[in-house]
Nanobody, 123 residues
Framework: QVQLVESGGGLVQPGGSLRISCAAS????????MGWYRQAPGKERELVAA???????NYADSVKGRFIISRDNAKNTVYLQMNSLKPEDTAVYFC?????????????????WGQGTQVTVSS
């Protein structure tokens, strides 16, 4: 089975930095796009940043210039470096990945989600 496990969330003061990670494990053929979403209380889940297997990234307007998404394909891991954090960045952050698995009759692609990690920006 494929699992995505996030780590690195926590409490940080406004203006501070935090890096969260998400590692994929299990049996799979290939990881394509990976990304981070977030969901604040009472709000819908929104895309924060995404990155292709080749390293091409895109960001939500609200985090451009502050957040950096990266990945280590050898470790099957995606990172989100969050700088200049604001209270409005407070949310549960979810990792998402499009992963190809080998089955019958062949290779199929599925989207997987991590369990989420809480990021709280507060003084």
């Amino acid at each position: 089975q494929v699992q995505l496990v996030e780590s690195g969330g926590g409490l940080v003061q406004p203006g501070g930095s935090l890096r969260i990670s998400c590692a994929a494990s299990g049996r799979f053929f290939r990881i394509n796009n990976m990304g981070w979403y977030r969901q604040a209380p009472g709000k819908e889940r929104e895309l924060v940043a995404a990155i292709t297997s080749a390293g091409s990234a895109n960001y939500a307007d609200s985090v451009k210039g502050r957040f950096i998404i990266s990945r280590d394909n050898a470790k099957n891991t995606v990172y989100l470096q969050m700088n200049s954090l604001k209270p409005e960045d407070t949310a549960v952050y979810f990792c998402n990945a499009e992963i190809q698995v080998v089955g019958v009759p062949g290779i199929s692609s599925y989207r997987y989600w991590g369990q989420g990690t809480q990021v709280t920006v507060s003084s």
